[in-house]
């Protein structure tokens, strides 16, 4: 039985494992090797490795861990669930994994609104985060795809980058007065209509085209996603998914150093802060791990007490 199995090898479960593993923790990583930014360029706002490619980043994390003995598994958990003193985790390829705890690790998934061609160019140049690819589109015309009350503050938070934003309207509410003048204030169009096509000319994304026929020439396309946290496979730990405060889609709850409402479970990373960034899913994995070093201390002096006791 390992101290800790992280499910999930991206820059939090990675951070975590390499914290445990400086810890003298004997730690498995199990991921299938598909970060939510895989389709990014690059990671922006990480200080000293600035660009640097998300699956790059990846690889350099996983030699880390091996570097101080974690052990990394490809692969995907299928079921987890308790087994006498801790947990059992089984895997897509038939095997099983114990351990004390579980540091849950898996991301999340993006709920893009089902508009032909968006997908497609998802981490490209259809964005949600000015502070993660902002500087990237600086200057460009922007459009923001209106798909909740939100819209209105995506199109003020990228009005920051460029002077020529337009909220394309699509499944929003019509904006309030107050919002309506902030937005002319601002010098934000709003185009009216859904939106029914993201156009792409030589491989970059030119304008979007909305009902009626009109064409909006465009560069670049941001979009608020529904955020879900990806626990495939973890029901049987009791986990489970939960409206997130903010209104932004469902994550495992956790209190502030990660810990679950499972005992012997820490969430973090994307799957419990739907909003994280790199840096702040990495400060949240290395931030759990710490304190499940702590535990693991706690009950590791527990049992030495008791074994001095019975030696008399």
């Given at each position: 039985?390992?101290?800790v199995?992280?499910?999930?090898?991206?820059?939090?479960?990675?951070?975590?494992?390499v914290?445990?593993?400086?810890a003298?923790?004997?730690v498995?990583?199990i991921?299938?090797?598909?970060?939510r930014?895989?389709?990014?360029?690059?990671v922006?706002?990480?200080?000293g490795?600035?660009?640097?490619?998300?699956l790059?980043?990846?690889?350099?994390?996983?030699?880390?861990?091996q570097?101080y003995?974690?052990?990394?598994?490809?692969?995907?958990?299928?079921?987890?669930?308790r087994?006498?003193?801790?947990?059992?985790?089984?895997?897509?390829?038939g095997?099983?994994e114990?351990?004390?705890r579980?540091?849950v690790a898996?991301?999340?998934v993006?709920?893009l609104?089902?508009?032909?061609?968006?997908r497609?160019?998802?981490?490209?140049?259809?964005?949600?985060?000015?502070?993660c690819?902002?500087?990237?589109?600086r200057?460009?015309?922007?459009?923001?795809l209106?798909?909740?009350e939100?819209s209105v503050?995506?199109?003020?938070?990228?009005?920051q980058?460029?002077?020529?934003?337009v909220?394309?309207?699509?499944t929003?509410?019509d904006?309030?007065?107050?919002?309506?003048?902030?937005?002319?204030?601002?010098?934000?169009?709003?185009v009216?209509?859904?939106?029914?096509?993201?156009?792409?000319?030589?491989?970059?994304?030119?304008?979007?085209?909305?009902?009626?026929?009109?064409?909006?020439?465009?560069?670049?396309?941001?979009?608020m996603?529904?955020f879900?946290?990806?626990l495939?496979?973890?029901a049987?730990?009791?986990?489970?998914?939960?409206?997130?405060?903010l209104?932004v889609?469902?994550?495992?709850?956790?209190?502030?150093?990660?810990?679950?409402?499972?005992?012997?479970?820490?969430?973090?990373?994307?799957a419990?802060?739907?909003?994280?960034?790199?840096?702040?899913?990495?400060?949240?994995?290395?931030?759990?791990?710490?304190?499940?070093?702590?535990?693991l201390?706690?009950?590791?002096?527990?049992?030495?007490?008791?074994?001095?006791r019975?030696?008399?």
């Amino acid at each position: 039985m390992r101290d800790v199995v992280v499910i999930g090898g991206g820059a939090a479960g990675l951070s975590g494992a390499v914290t445990l593993a400086r810890a003298r923790r004997s730690v498995l990583v199990i991921g299938d090797g598909s970060p939510r930014n895989a389709p990014a360029d690059g990671v922006h706002g990480l200080l000293g490795q600035e660009g640097v490619p998300p699956l790059e980043l990846v690889a350099r994390g996983r030699t880390e861990l091996q570097g101080y003995g974690g052990e990394i598994r490809s692969g995907r958990v299928v079921s987890a669930g308790r087994d006498d003193d801790g947990f059992v985790v089984s895997l897509d390829d038939g095997s099983t994994e114990r351990a004390r705890r579980l540091l849950v690790a898996t991301g999340l998934v993006d709920e893009l609104p089902e508009v032909p061609g968006l997908r497609e160019r998802w981490g490209h140049d259809v964005l949600h985060c000015p502070y993660c690819h902002g500087w990237e589109v600086r200057d460009q015309p922007i459009g923001v795809l209106g798909t909740s009350e939100r819209s209105v503050h995506q199109a003020l938070l990228f009005r920051q980058w460029s002077d020529d934003v337009v909220l394309l309207q699509h499944t929003a509410p019509d904006p309030t007065p107050e919002e309506a003048e902030q937005l002319a204030a601002r010098g934000i169009g709003v185009v009216g209509g859904r939106v029914e096509e993201v156009l792409v000319t030589d491989g970059r994304l030119s304008g979007v085209r909305v009902s009626g026929g009109e064409v909006v020439p465009r560069s670049a396309l941001a979009v608020m996603p529904r955020f879900v946290a990806r626990l495939d496979g973890l029901a049987g730990l009791g986990l489970g998914a939960v409206p997130h405060e903010l209104g932004v889609g469902e994550h495992a709850a956790a209190d502030l150093m990660g810990a679950s409402s499972v005992p012997g479970v820490w969430v973090a990373g994307n799957a419990t802060d739907l909003m994280a960034q790199v840096t702040v899913a990495m400060a949240a994995g290395t931030r759990a791990a710490a304190a499940i070093n702590a535990d693991l201390i706690a009950q590791d002096t527990a049992r030495a007490v008791e074994r001095a006791r019975a030696a008399g």
